[in-house]
């Protein structure tokens, strides 16, 4: 069964709106997780780990200040983003890792008019 | 940097012909995983191989690690219209602290 679960599944919002996703581990406690964004046709990019406790890590190129991340709790992240526009429009998939492997949640669509 | 290097980027066969794909890296890793892909979903994880040389074998799929631990391949034999996805490879980091690195993946396409 899954053990990392995203909600929504898809969500439509106006340019200028704020949208939060949230990413949940399932089955035992994370204090890291990973967000990453995929356009269509491409594979994954990394945009940033989610670090229970203390500040999210961004990869280059990724604006902290748009792309707000919150762990929570030991099993929840949540990616925040910001005053969105249509160029953010993508699918968002969050991960957690056990044992040398990543376990990732359905996704999100995320449609910006 | 590490990266990842799949071949090829997109494959298009018929029902019941066999496939390989293939990973390839200058770096080493800990770890490999593949993981498929299907529009509109999460990646799903269908092995983990960490020992340098290892085969493993799901139903159809059998998975081989490299035994340098740089490269990885995925043959596919008698593929089906379910078989089609997005085929995704990722190293796992060497070191503590590093990320997992992901490969293009390779568009599998099968026809009936």
């Known amino acids: 069964g899954a053990v990392v679960s995203q909600h929504p599944s898809r969500v439509i919002c106006k340019s200028g709106t704020s949208v939060k996703i949230e990413c949940r581990s399932l089955?035992?406690?994370?204090?890291?997780m990973f967000w990453y964004r995929q356009f269509p046709k491409q594979s994954l990019m990394l945009m940033a780990t989610s670090n229970e406790g203390s500040k999210a890590t961004y990869e280059q190129g990724v604006e902290k200040d748009k792309f707000l991340i919150n762990h929570a709790s030991l099993t929840l992240s949540t990616l925040t983003v910001t005053s969105a526009h249509p160029e953010d429009s993508s699918f968002y998939i969050c991960?957690?890792?056990?044992?040398?492997?990543?376990?990732f949640g359905p996704g999100t669509r995320l449609l910006v008019l | 940097t590490q990266l990842l290097e799949q071949s090829p980027q997109f494959l298009s066969i018929q029902e019941g012909e066999n496939l390989t794909v293939y990973c390839n890296s200058s770096?080493?890793?800990?770890?490999l995983q593949w993981y498929r892909q299907e529009p509109g979903e999460g990646p799903v994880l269908l092995v983990t191989v960490v020992t340098g040389g290892e085969v493993k074998k799901l139903k159809r799929l059998t998975f081989q690690f490299g035994d340098a631990r740089k490269d990885s391949s995925l043959h596919i034999t008698a593929a089906q219209p379910g078989d089609t996805g997005l085929y995704l490879c990722?190293?796992?980091?060497?070191?503590?602290?590093?990320?997992?690195?992901f490969g293009p993946g390779t568009r599998l396409s099968v026809l009936p």
């Open positions: 990722a190293g796992g980091p060497p070191n503590y602290g590093q990320n997992f690195v």
């Open positions: 089955d035992f406690q994370a204090t890291t």
């Open positions: 991960s957690r890792g056990y044992q040398e492997t990543q376990y």
């Open positions: 770096s080493v890793f800990s770890s």
